[in-house]
């Protein structure tokens, strides 16, 4: 049974609703010429929800596992779409949505292949519908490929389709886009298609900010740029613009800027495969891969070591890695092929006026999800300069294999009744820069075997 939300509003403008849409049997009007005005977009849901109820809901296979119905905005496709939306528990006050990246949520589809190496989900939520200045009851996550400018994704007209293009506050929207709901951090909920007028004004005002200074909800259209004869009475104006020039254009302007092809200049990073990736596909444990220049990777900080030795590096998870492992049925028993050692190492912290910040940052360990369940991750400079195997893999090794006692001895030092044997943290920090580690690495070439491994060049040359 669905539950309009929420009740007493129409579901087009700000009076007391009066009448229940017939069809689906969430949607409010205050008026049939509301419900009129309405209709061109509420009926592709409207006359689908009978397919998404109870009785439909794909049943768990997993603890924890649940379905809801979700929106999805599929940029093949002029309108939006009910679907179920697969989620789990994770911990005690968080659900994980990771399908989103799987194929059939924000990576396949048919019109943007991309691997799930280089899909991944970028989230806005939002609790209150700024146009009515309305609570809406839960919280609406709007879902999508975070670097979809640059990763060849198509213009989503099914946003463009529920968007008022009289709105001087819309973005062009590319790749695909999930709208999904919670009522709270461990409770999923149903969308229902009085949802969809909630998702559509998130849209009309994504780029809406108070120094605009639009006090009401007459004054957002008010101050939209139109013409008289384009305007309608109603507050809702008729799409007039194509926002399917803007996107086109943006991407024109950002291929001149780079000066080079849609997608950036190539970067040559470092995937570090997990026990899986090694063992049963035996892919080398450390692999050179070329990454776009505007890859998300860019965008996050550099790990504490490695910017203590001038090499700042970057270190992402391989999006679906976990799941895909998970899912396998060719793994031997005895194995937990998402481990990744090295890519755990990389992150540990080394920041002696940082307070430590469990499960977060804390002085010689990594952050709790670099601790498990960490699958293949990307490795790659923040100067954007080609990194190789070989400097990735000598850094892990000399943070665990050289840095790692003198974390352990220092803080051991700590807990010493004889003060007299205690280390401050500058103790090791003295060990942590470009000469120790150029030292270091000198020496990491010379016990190799691989004539390949002995001739790498400096990172710093």
Same mark, same amino acid.
């Given at each position: 049974?669905?539950?309009?939300?929420?009740?007493?509003?129409?579901?087009?403008?700000?009076?007391?609703?009066?009448?229940?849409? %017939?069809?689906?049997?969430?949607?409010?009007?205050?008026?049939?010429?509301?419900?009129?005005?309405?209709?061109?977009?509420?009926?592709?849901?409207?006359?689908?929800?009978?397919?998404?109820?109870?009785?439909?809901?794909?049943?768990?296979?997993?603890?924890?596992?649940?379905?809801?119905?979700?929106?999805?905005?599929?940029?093949?496709?002029?309108?939006?779409?009910?679907?179920?939306?697969?989620?789990?528990?994770?911990?005690?006050?968080?659900?994980?949505?990771?399908?989103?990246?799987?194929?059939?949520?924000?990576?396949?589809?048919?019109?943007?292949?991309?691997?799930?190496?280089?899909?991944?989900?970028? @989230?806005?939520?939002?609790?209150?519908?700024?146009?009515?200045?309305?609570?809406?009851?839960?919280?609406?996550?709007?879902?999508? @490929?975070?670097?979809?400018?640059?990763?060849?994704?198509?213009?989503?007209?099914?946003?463009?389709?529920?968007?008022?293009?009289?709105?001087?506050?819309?973005?062009?929207?590319?790749?695909?886009?999930? /709208?999904?709901?919670?009522?709270?951090?461990?409770?999923?909920?149903?969308?229902?298609?009085?949802?969809?007028?909630?998702?559509?004004?998130?849209?009309?005002?994504?780029?809406?900010?108070?120094?605009?200074?639009?006090?009401?909800?007459?004054?957002?259209?008010?101050?939209?740029?139109?013409?008289?004869?384009?305007?309608?009475?109603?507050?809702?104006?008729?799409?007039?613009?194509?926002?399917?020039?803007?996107?086109?254009?943006?991407?024109?302007?950002?291929?001149?800027?780079? %000066?080079?092809?849609?997608?950036?200049?190539?970067?040559?990073?470092?995937?570090?495969?997990?026990?899986?990736?090694?063992?049963?596909?035996? @892919?080398?444990?450390?692999?050179?891969?070329?990454?776009?220049?505007?890859?998300?990777?860019?965008?996050?900080?550099?790990?504490?070591?490695?910017?203590?030795?001038?090499?700042?590096?970057?270190?992402?998870?391989?999006?679906?890695?976990?799941?895909?492992?998970?899912? @396998?049925?060719?793994?031997?028993?005895?194995?937990?092929?998402?481990?990744?050692?090295?890519?755990?190492?990389?992150?540990?912290?080394?920041?002696?006026?940082?307070?430590?910040?469990?499960? %977060?940052?804390?002085?010689?360990?990594?952050?709790?999800?670099?601790?498990?369940?960490? %699958?293949?991750?990307?490795? /790659?400079?923040?100067?954007?300069?080609?990194?190789?195997?070989?400097?990735?893999?000598?850094?892990?090794?000399?943070?665990?294999?050289?840095?790692?006692?003198?974390?352990?001895?220092?803080?051991?030092?700590?807990?010493?009744?004889?003060?007299?044997?205690?280390?401050?943290?500058?103790?090791?920090?003295?060990?942590?820069?470009?000469?120790?580690?150029?030292?270091?690495?000198?020496?990491?070439?010379?016990?190799?075997?691989?004539?390949?491994?002995?001739?790498?060049?400096?990172?710093?040359?």
């Amino acid at each position: 049974m669905t539950t309009p939300n929420p009740p007493g509003y129409c579901d087009e403008c700000k009076k007391i609703a009066s009448q229940l849409c %017939g069809g689906c049997r969430s949607s409010l009007y205050c008026s049939r010429v509301c419900q009129k005005i309405a209709w061109s977009t509420h009926k592709h849901l409207c006359k689908t929800l009978q397919d998404f109820q109870d009785q439909n809901r794909p049943a768990a296979t997993d603890k924890g596992e649940k379905y809801s119905r979700a929106i999805l905005f599929d940029p093949a496709r002029a309108h939006p779409q009910f679907i179920w939306l697969k989620s789990r528990n994770n911990c005690t006050d968080s659900i994980e949505l990771d399908d989103l990246a799987d194929e059939g949520g924000l990576a396949n589809f048919t019109k943007s292949k991309f691997t799930n190496d280089h899909v991944c989900d970028k @989230r806005i939520e939002f609790v209150r519908n700024k146009l009515l200045d309305r609570s809406i009851g839960h919280c609406i996550y709007i879902s999508y @490929r975070d670097n979809y400018f640059n990763d060849g994704s198509e213009f989503n007209g099914a946003v463009s389709g529920i968007s008022d293009s009289a709105s001087k506050y819309l973005h062009a929207w590319g790749g695909p886009i999930i /709208a999904h709901s919670t009522n709270n951090p461990m409770s999923v909920v149903d969308l229902i298609p009085s949802d969809l007028r909630h998702i559509g004004d998130f849209f009309n005002s994504f780029k809406y900010s108070p120094v605009d200074k639009v006090d009401n909800y007459d004054d957002y259209y008010a101050s939209s740029d139109s013409d008289d004869s384009n305007v309608s009475n109603h507050p809702r104006k008729p799409l007039k613009l194509s926002l399917y020039e803007e996107f086109r254009q943006i991407l024109s302007v950002r291929k001149k800027m780079m %000066g080079e092809k849609l997608g950036g200049k190539k970067v040559t990073a470092v995937r570090i495969n997990c026990n899986g990736d090694v063992t049963v596909d035996n @892919r080398p444990r450390y692999e050179a891969c070329e990454i776009s220049s505007s890859h998300p990777i860019f965008e996050q900080a550099a790990t504490d070591i490695s910017q203590r030795v001038d090499l700042p590096i970057l270190v992402r998870r391989t999006p679906g890695s976990v799941d895909t492992w998970a899912k @396998r049925n060719d793994v031997p028993t005895s194995m937990v092929p998402w481990v990744n050692t090295a890519g755990t190492f990389l992150n540990i912290g080394c920041q002696p006026e940082r307070e430590n910040d469990f499960p %977060g940052y804390s002085w010689g360990f990594a952050p709790m999800i670099w601790q498990n369940s960490v %699958g293949a991750v990307l490795v /790659a400079r923040q100067d954007k300069k080609d990194l190789l195997p070989g400097h990735v893999e000598a850094l892990a090794e000399y943070i665990k294999e050289y840095l790692m006692p003198f974390f352990q001895k220092q803080r051991e030092s700590e807990y010493c009744e004889d003060e007299n044997l205690f280390l401050d943290k500058y103790y090791l920090m003295k060990e942590v820069g470009l000469e120790r580690f150029e030292e270091y690495f000198q020496g990491w070439k010379l016990r190799q075997t691989d004539p390949v491994k002995q001739r790498t060049a400096s990172p710093y040359a």
